[in-house]
């Protein structure tokens, strides 16, 4: 039984409504924020990646960028360039890329629901990143960039979403690259009680992107129940920002590796180990795998097929058949010698969003082999959640991503 509650929003005036949502924090570096906020002092990057305003010199992770974030997002409410709904409300959130459009209702989920594992998780989190967000949610006493959740779809609530589209209108519009992103404001009270009804009887909510974030947020929230023993439960410190998309409305795209070099093997050395566990062909031209258990290998200009041999991965583990568990456990481990994805600098990885061209570059430049792999499925991502168990680094890659500061959740 999940909790997804209406909160009272800090979101953009109608006036700086296409100036101030942005990326997410964690898509670019500090100097590519620097960068994208030039002429524009309302753009949210100056909340979410504070050191844009000051010192190159200054360690991101100094209470200095902290507090500037504090105060930069104080200096939009006080202006006026964020407002606060006057009542609890919840939010239709859609994005539509390439025709492609993915609709989530805005709300806050509860961190009871993640500590006894209603959400579920598919990752392990870094305790330096995980930190990092800790200390911006509890210095700005805020949640400014939203969890992105995903449910098995329920019928009922995707029926009242987009009767409400049809119905209402949008309060933001607007379009950054190649994502157009459009916003509703649902207040109506029994609108918002059947919603806040009909997730209860959802039985879980999974996190599709966000750990960090998500567990940052509940680590928040646990401090302030020891910070005020006396909790009723009801402070907006037990919840955190959230999007909750119904998993129809979601497309992982691939995430693709490119390695550095061939371990020592020539390159026929290196196809007779290959050929020992993936059937090998050659492609005549650039293109992505049709299929799962199976990946477009570049090397030397020309692109080849591997499909896994029967045998070589237990079909009934939802881990071990993963194609990513597939390439790491039967090539970059044992031939290529990437025994640790995370820690390796022998290897990278490519989000499907910059496309087969992205890893011809790298080839081309400072790598020497690439892998395109077929996109990890939502049923993946569940299935393994609901088992417990931990996707492999860099399985999954979700576009578009919602933007941060449409929303702001305050904790107090």
Same mark, same amino acid.
């Given at each position: ?13 109608k ?6 949502? &942005? ?6 570096n ?29 360690d ?22 964020? $407002? ?24 806050? &989920? ?36 939203? $969890? ?17 589209i ?6 933001y519009?607007?379009?950054r690259d190649?994502?157009?992103h ?34 940052s ?8 129940? &020891?910070?005020f023993?006396?909790y ?28 550095r070099d ?10 007779k ?21 199976s ?20 079909e ?10 597939i ?7 044992p ?8 820690t390796?600098?022998? $290897? ?36 393994? &959640? ?16 919602p ?10």
């Amino acid at each position: 039984m999940a909790v997804f509650k209406s909160f009272n929003a800090f979101r953009p005036a109608k006036e700086t409504g296409n100036l101030i949502p &942005a990326l997410p924090y964690d898509v670019m570096n500090s100097e590519e924020a620097r960068e994208m906020v030039k002429g524009n002092p309302y753009s949210f990057l100056h909340v979410d990646k504070a050191e844009v305003d000051l010192s190159p010199d200054v360690d991101h992770y100094s209470p200095e960028v902290y507090l500037k974030a504090k105060e930069n997002l104080l200096s939009l409410e006080a202006s006026g360039a964020l $407002i606060r709904d006057e009542k609890p409300c919840l939010y239709i959130y859609r994005q539509v890329m390439n025709g492609r459009s993915q609709t989530g209702l805005v709300g806050c &989920a509860s961190i009871d629901d993640y500590l006894n594992n209603v959400i579920k998780k598919h990752e392990h989190t870094l305790a330096k990143k995980e930190q990092d967000r800790i200390n911006h949610v509890d210095y700005c006493d805020a949640n400014t960039g939203p $969890i992105f959740l995903t449910y098995r779809e329920n019928k009922e609530i995707s029926g009242i979403i987009n009767s409400w589209i049809r119905t209402h209108s949008h309060i933001y519009d607007i379009k950054r690259d190649y994502v157009y992103h459009t916003v509703w404001l649902i207040d109506d009270d029994e609108t918002i009680k059947r919603l806040e009804k009909l997730f209860t009887g959802v039985s879980s909510l999974y996190i599709a992107d966000g750990h960090h974030r998500c567990a940052s947020a509940v680590k928040v929230g646990e401090k302030r129940r &020891a910070q005020f023993p006396d909790y009723t439960g009801e402070e907006e410190f037990n919840f955190f920002l959230a999007i909750a998309y119904p998993d129809s409305e979601l497309e992982i795209m691939d995430y693709n590796r490119v390695v550095r070099d061939l371990n020592g093997y020539t390159f026929e050395g290196f196809i007779k180990k290959v050929s020992e566990k993936f059937d090998v062909s050659p492609l005549e031209k650039m293109q992505s795998p049709e299929r799962k258990h199976s990946f477009s290998m570049l090397y030397g200009g020309k692109w080849y097929c591997l499909t896994a041999k029967n045998g070589t991965f237990d079909e009934n583990n939802p881990v071990e058949q993963l194609d990513v568990s597939i390439l790491q456990n039967n090539l970059l481990s044992p031939i290529l010698g990437i025994e640790n994805p995370k820690t390796s600098d022998r $290897i990278d990885f490519i989000g499907g969003i910059r496309g087969l061209k992205e890893l011809e570059r790298r080839v081309n430049d400072d790598m020497e082999l690439a892998f395109a792999m077929y996109p990890t499925t939502i049923d993946d991502l569940m299935s393994i &959640a609901d088992a417990g168990e931990i996707m492999p680094p860099k399985s999954t890659w979700f576009e578009p991503k919602p933007l941060s500061g449409f929303f702001i959740h305050h904790l107090s």
